[in-house]
């Protein structure tokens, strides 16, 4: 079993629509989650960071978190073309600064 | 957000050379820098933690002799491709971690290519 898992996509929404991602972890002592978006060619931009259970908003980006479950997930609200990228999910355990990496979710957003 | 500065973006070189890259965290000081390759269509693979002032921190089946890691300064750390061959060629990326939040920056990255 992978330390991250997520689905390779690729995860294709029209313009507009809400784009759903999904990612679980193995570690249950994993402490803080993120979000990244990587475009093809480019290194990976965090978008969003959760460290407890619940919700958390930003702009379109929604990142929630839920620990009993191992589970941690994204939306992306009124998707626009620009969010075609793959979004990598990311964990870090409970010592040291560590980034463990999922496999990304490809996103494509068609007009 | 923070800065984390890469260079090169991109380099060339022939089989049997060695190949330097720069890692630099702009405004903020980074005691610790991660070292990543990425070959295409794959995700982020962790080769090193680099620690300043003391040795990196391999991950396994990384070669420390092959990816020479020295982080001399809060702000520098460079990675070294000793004798590089054509499987090497790949997408190298650092970051840098944010202390206080446990949050990583990442360079622009370096496509290297080996022929």
């Known amino acids: 079993q992978k330390e991250v898992e997520q689905n390779s996509g690729p995860l294709s929404v029209p313009e507009g629509a809400i784009a759903s991602l999904n990612c679980t972890y193995s570690?249950?002592?994993?402490?803080?989650f993120f979000w990244y978006r990587q475009y093809s060619g480019k290194s990976p931009e965090l978008i969003m960071s959760i460290y407890s259970n619940g919700d958390k908003e930003d702009g379109r980006f929604t990142a929630q978190l839920n620990k009993a479950s191992q589970y941690v997930s994204l939306l992306i609200r009124d998707s626009q073309p620009s969010d075609s990228a793959t979004y990598l999910c990311?964990?870090?355990?409970?010592?040291?600064?560590?980034?463990?990496f999922g496999g990304g979710t490809r996103v494509l957003v068609k007009p | 957000g923070a800065v984390v500065s890469q260079h090169p973006s991109w380099v060339i070189c022939k089989s049997g050379t060695s190949v330097k890259i720069e890692c630099r965290s702009l405004?903020?000081?980074?005691?610790?820098m991660f070292w990543y390759r990425q070959f295409p269509k794959q995700s982020l693979m962790l080769m090193a933690t680099?620690?300043?002032?003391?040795?990196?921190?391999?991950e396994q089946g990384v070669e420390k002799d092959k990816f020479l890691i020295n982080h001399a300064s809060l702000t520098l750390s460079t990675l070294t491709v000793t004798s590089a061959h054509p499987e090497d060629s790949s997408f190298y990326i650092c970051s840098a971690a944010d202390r206080g939040n446990h949050r990583a920056f990442f360079g622009q990255g370096t496509r290297l290519t080996v022929v």
């Open positions: 405004d903020f000081q980074a005691t610790t």
């Open positions: 680099s620690n300043e002032g003391s040795k990196a921190t391999y």
């Open positions: 570690d249950r002592v994993s402490q803080s």
């Open positions: 990311a964990v870090i355990k409970a010592a040291g600064n560590k980034l463990t």
